[in-house]
């Protein structure tokens, strides 16, 4: 891209780049127009200027299907078409630089993934919009994969508390079925052993009173 049309392209992404016209105070429209005249060499037709470039690169980048069915005004001028709109007339000659870097190869515009500006650049790699949005986007996509990874941490951490629980849980059981063990093959308590006695006592004193009677 020669340098006017790297201008013109990060007019167009700019421009682009704002989602409600309506929303821009009559000075910053000014200073639009005038960087789009010191760039285009007219006063370009403002309200075109904001909606165009929107129109067709935001679908586009979107991946969409654009069909530019607009009565397009050709003139020729120095030797060069120029392609403008037929309601605005020559205000609207920089639809046809638009049209050009449209069908630039590769083509020139991008939209940030993070903060869904348009910007330009022709280098495959450049995602973001700046240092600072690559940055953020990076960091997200950090916590986007680790996302499944701690999912995966907290079911392994769920189950082995599980599992320890069980085992817990049947120690607990286990420790209960030998001490009943133990206490059935154990010497009887002092209490038992005086009921016992005592049992023992009256029985034979019963077979005495029996034998004497
Ligand atoms: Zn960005």
């Known amino acids: 891209m020669t340098e006017t049309?790297?201008?013109?392209?990060?007019?167009?992404?700019?421009?682009a780049s704002i989602a409600d016209p309506v929303s821009l105070s009559?000075?910053?429209r000014?200073?639009?127009?005038?960087?789009?005249?010191?760039?285009?060499?007219?006063p370009p037709d403002v309200d075109q200027l904001l909606r165009q470039p929107r129109a067709w690169l935001i679908p586009l980048l979107r991946g969409d299907g654009v069909v530019p069915?607009?009565?397009f005004l050709w003139r020729l001028h120095n030797g060069v078409i120029q392609v403008g709109l037929r309601n605005t007339g020559p205000n609207s000659a920089f639809i046809g630089d638009l049209v050009r870097?449209?069908?630039?190869?590769?083509f020139p515009f991008k939209q940030c993934p993070v903060c869904?500006?348009?910007?330009v650049s022709q280098t495959k790699k450049k995602r973001y919009c700046s240092a600072n949005c690559t940055y953020r986007g990076i960091e997200e996509a950090r916590k986007e994969r680790r996302r499944p990874q701690a999912k995966a941490r907290m079911q392994r951490l769920r189950a082995a508390r599980k599992q320890a629980e069980?085992?817990?849980?049947e120690g607990e059981v286990l420790a209960q079925r030998a001490l009943?063990?133990?206490?059935?093959?154990k010497p009887l308590a002092g209490a038992e052993i005086e009921e016992q006695m005592r049992g023992q006592l009256k029985q034979r004193q019963q077979r005495k009173l029996q034998k004497e009677d």
């Not at 069980?166 to 849980?169: H, L, N, T």
């Open 26 to 28: 009559p000075g910053q």
């Open 101 to 106: 870097l449209i069908h630039a190869t590769p």
């Open 166 to 169: 069980a085992v817990k849980k």
């Open 5 to 15: 049309e790297q201008q013109m392209a990060s007019l167009f992404a700019d421009l």
């Open 116 to 119: 869904q500006k348009v910007f």
């Open 180 to 185: 009943r063990r133990r206490h059935t093959g």
């Open 69 to 71: 069915s607009l009565p």
């Open 30 to 42: 000014l200073v639009l127009q005038e960087r789009a005249t010191a760039i285009f060499g007219f």
